[in-house]
């Protein structure tokens, strides 16, 4: 996977906002409060100071309610208060009985709405920061956490992720790490869904998916989905609860363990067969009970072939079964593998699925055959040699 590049964009904005972070409280009031006076000098001079005024408290309001804290925003909106009458009473501009409540009306759901999203965000810590920004800090935390390890020559992965209608963090997650062995070691992989969807299940998300990655390479395999249930019980989740799916695969002997804990079966490709299976995994949902014990479904991925890690928002929606969507999606494979293997066939699985759901698929291969074939043919070639000039 290649790294996109950063927009042009982000320099000046991580420079903006450093300096942004870095300004203390009383130059920012002093900026709002010399925006109010600007304002209201303009106000002065203009025919009509009652709409002109109306128009500046708004602005510097929106504008406070953004940079300053709650005590600082009440002193703004003092000063814009009094700034207000002086020039009311300076200028002696009434504005006509049928204008009056329209524009009080909107003064004071500005200043109310200001006023209640600055203690809002000041209760929850934030201060200068909005919720958006945070929000995609988290978002970046939890792309970083499912960056897919780098693999051994003749392994291929792709890894389709999409939230619930372009959200910014969803319930699913990917963790995966290869753990040091005889040769090429072995891969760990744990695709989970938390229950709810988008926004409402990322913050639980991120969290699990912390100490899924602390767990992985760190307890033995039939003890990682127990520790991972007995950390969602601590959790309390209110009627919260969580489906995986913990793969651990000899990447030396191709031979595979799978256990699964409430979770969609994995599909297994068998290119010899060319034809899709389900991989017979079963297990208790997350968070639900104690004391739980996974049984592990064995197998060879020989080489040639794939499987296909998915959530229930692929296969499942108001139209159709579980079932009937597995089999659909087992179809689907079977169309796109047989001519070869496809570099987008995680994406066009996950494109088929329920957009109101979050979407996770993980396509893994091995193509150790076409890999051992060009070795040889590497290694028989004859060596470059360098001229040198006398």
Same mark, same amino acid.
């Given at each position: 996977?290649?790294?996109?590049?950063?927009?042009?964009?982000?320099?000046?904005?991580?420079?903006?906002?450093?300096?942004?972070?870095?300004?203390?409280?009383?130059?920012?009031?002093?900026?709002?409060?010399?925006?109010?006076?600007?304002?209201?000098?303009?106000?002065?001079?203009?025919?009509?100071?009652?709409?002109?005024?109306?128009?500046?408290?708004?602005?510097?309001?929106?504008?406070?309610?953004?940079?300053?804290?709650?005590?600082?925003?009440?002193?703004?909106?003092?000063?814009?208060?009094?700034?207000?009458?002086?020039?009311? +009473?300076?200028?002696?501009? =009434? @504005?006509?009985? %049928?204008? $009056?409540?329209?524009?009080?009306?909107?003064?004071?759901? #500005? /200043?109310?709405?200001?006023?209640?999203?600055?203690?809002?965000?000041?209760?929850?810590?934030?201060?200068?920061?909005?919720?958006?920004?945070?929000?995609?800090?988290?978002?970046?935390?939890?792309?970083?956490?499912?960056?897919?390890?780098?693999?051994?020559?003749?392994?291929? +992965?792709?890894?389709?992720? =999409? @939230?619930?209608? %372009?959200? $910014?963090?969803?319930?699913?997650?990917?963790?995966?790490? #290869? /753990?040091?062995?005889?040769?090429?070691?072995?891969?760990?992989?744990?695709?989970?869904?938390?229950?709810?969807?988008?926004?409402?299940?990322?913050?639980?998300?991120?969290?699990?998916?912390?100490?899924?990655?602390?767990?992985?390479?760190?307890?033995?395999?039939?003890?990682?989905?127990?520790?991972?249930?007995?950390?969602?019980?601590?959790?309390?989740?209110?009627?919260?609860?969580?489906?995986?799916?913990?793969?651990?695969?000899?990447?030396?002997?191709?031979?595979?363990?799978?256990?699964?804990?409430?979770?969609?079966?994995?599909?297994?490709?068998?290119?010899?067969?060319?034809?899709?299976?389900?991989?017979?995994?079963?297990?208790?949902?997350?968070?639900?009970?104690?004391?739980?014990?996974?049984?592990?479904?064995?197998?060879?991925?020989?080489?040639?072939?794939?499987?296909?890690?998915?959530?229930?928002?692929?296969?499942?929606?108001?139209?159709?079964?579980?079932?009937?969507?597995?089999?659909?999606?087992?179809?689907?494979?079977?169309?796109?593998?047989?001519?070869?293997?496809?570099?987008?066939?995680?994406?066009?699985?996950?494109?088929?699925?329920?957009?109101?759901?979050?979407?996770?698929?993980?396509?893994?291969?091995?193509?150790?055959?076409?890999?051992?074939?060009?070795?040889?043919?590497?290694?028989?070639?004859?060596?470059?040699?360098?001229?040198?000039?006398?």
């Amino acid at each position: 996977m290649q790294a996109s590049q950063a927009p042009p964009t982000r320099g000046w904005q991580q420079r903006l906002q450093h300096r942004f972070d870095a300004a203390s409280e009383k130059k920012l009031f002093a900026l709002c409060a010399g925006l109010s006076l600007c304002g209201f000098g303009w106000a002065y001079v203009a025919e009509a100071t009652d709409l002109v005024a109306v128009a500046v408290n708004t602005v510097s309001m929106v504008l406070g309610s953004i940079v300053l804290s709650f005590r600082a925003l009440l002193a703004e909106f003092a000063l814009n208060s009094l700034l207000t009458v002086a020039v009311l +009473a300076i200028t002696g501009d =009434r @504005p006509p009985a %049928g204008g $009056a409540f329209p524009i009080a009306l909107i003064a004071v759901t #500005v /200043v109310t709405g200001c006023l209640w999203q600055s203690a809002r965000r000041n209760s929850l810590g934030l201060h200068r920061r909005t919720a958006e920004s945070v929000l995609g800090q988290i978002r970046s935390q939890a792309r970083v956490q499912n960056d897919w390890p780098a693999m051994p020559p003749g392994w291929c +992965a792709e890894v389709a992720l =999409r @939230p619930r209608l %372009g959200a $910014a963090v969803a319930g699913d997650f990917v963790s995966a790490r #290869v /753990v040091a062995g005889k040769r090429d070691g072995f891969l760990e992989l744990v695709v989970v869904d938390v229950s709810g969807h988008g926004i409402d299940a990322g913050p639980r998300a991120l969290l699990l998916s912390g100490a899924v990655g602390g767990l992985l390479g760190a307890v033995e395999p039939p003890r990682l989905l127990v520790e991972v249930n007995n950390y969602v019980l601590r959790q309390r989740w209110d009627a919260g609860f969580a489906t995986a799916t913990y793969l651990r695969l000899d990447l030396d002997t191709y031979e595979y363990e799978l256990r699964s804990a409430g979770h969609p079966p994995v599909v297994l490709w068998n290119s010899r067969g060319k034809v899709a299976m389900r991989c017979q995994a079963r297990g208790t949902l997350l968070g639900v009970l104690g004391g739980l014990e996974f049984a592990p479904a064995t197998g060879r991925l020989s080489p040639g072939d794939a499987m296909i890690f998915y959530t229930d928002g692929v296969v499942e929606n108001r139209e159709q079964t579980l079932d009937h969507g597995i089999d659909k999606l087992s179809a689907l494979i079977e169309q796109r593998l047989e001519e070869g293997t496809p570099t987008d066939l995680a994406d066009r699985i996950v494109d088929s699925g329920d957009p109101a759901d979050d979407r996770t698929v993980v396509v893994l291969w091995n193509n150790k055959a076409a890999h051992d074939v060009l070795m040889p043919m590497q290694r028989e070639a004859p060596p470059t040699t360098r001229s040198s000039e006398s």
